[in-house]
């Protein structure tokens, strides 16, 4: 029988998201990636190069993903509210994706060039891009520059999956209560940061 390449490098790419996300790139064992994988871990040398270089292809994988599922066209670029909505459901259906997120800028801080960097600020310009354009249609106010405003929901949205302790210490009602909860706070929140008057010019 021929040996499935692309299937075993999905089993590694799938146990690595796991591995790397509980543990980062530095605690990250190849060994635990490969036995749950089910693969001999030679095979994580022989397709990725090296441990580091599967956690960019586990990056490029899974913000490839992520980029794809929140155009902020795809809505109401006026309502920034629901689409904070939108990535907190998305970070809570895949908690990994914030979690692999942080351990990138913990792991590489200034002097790498990470993963798919193009391509992602291409992402993060174009929803900066419609923003502005509703910004200049009067749709959102133009107090706040459009890429800080892009820079807040996104962080927002991600912070209760990454820093849960603030949550539990600042908000331990809602760090109770249901996600629903949560990503409505969270939307509410954002509303009002663009809601016309909420800056002060």
């Keep these: 029988m021929a040996w499935d390449t692309a299937r075993t490098k999905q089993l590694l790419l799938d146990a690595a998201v796991v591995e790397f996300a509980e543990f980062g790139p530095a605690g990250a064992r190849v060994a635990r990636i490969a036995q749950r994988a089910g693969v001999n871990k030679e095979r994580i040398y022989q397709y990725f190069g090296s441990k580091e270089a599967l956690f960019i292809a586990v990056l490029d994988a899974e913000l490839q993903r992520f980029a794809a599922a929140l155009p902020m066209d795809a809505g109401d670029p006026g309502d920034l509210g629901a689409y904070a909505a939108q990535v907190f459901d998305y970070h809570h ?8 997120l942080a351990w990138e800028g ?26 502005a354009r509703a910004q200049a249609s009067g749709a959102v106010p133009g107090d706040v520059p459009a890429a800080q405003l ?23 009602e809602l760090a109770a209560a249901q996600a629903e909860a949560q990503r409505d706070a969270l939307a509410a929140l954002i509303a009002r940061l663009v809601a016309p008057g909420a800056v002060a010019g």
Excluded: C, K
């Design 93 to 100: 259906r895949n908690p990994h994706v914030a979690r692999l």
């Design 106 to 131: 913990l792991h590489h801080q200034d002097a790498f060039a990470f993963a798919s960097e193009d391509e992602r600020t291409g992402h993060y310009d174009a929803n900066v891009a419609v923003l």
């Design 150 to 172: 892009v820079y807040a929901v996104l962080a927002l949205s991600a912070s209760w999956f990454i820093l849960p302790q603030l949550g539990r210490m600042l908000l331990p």
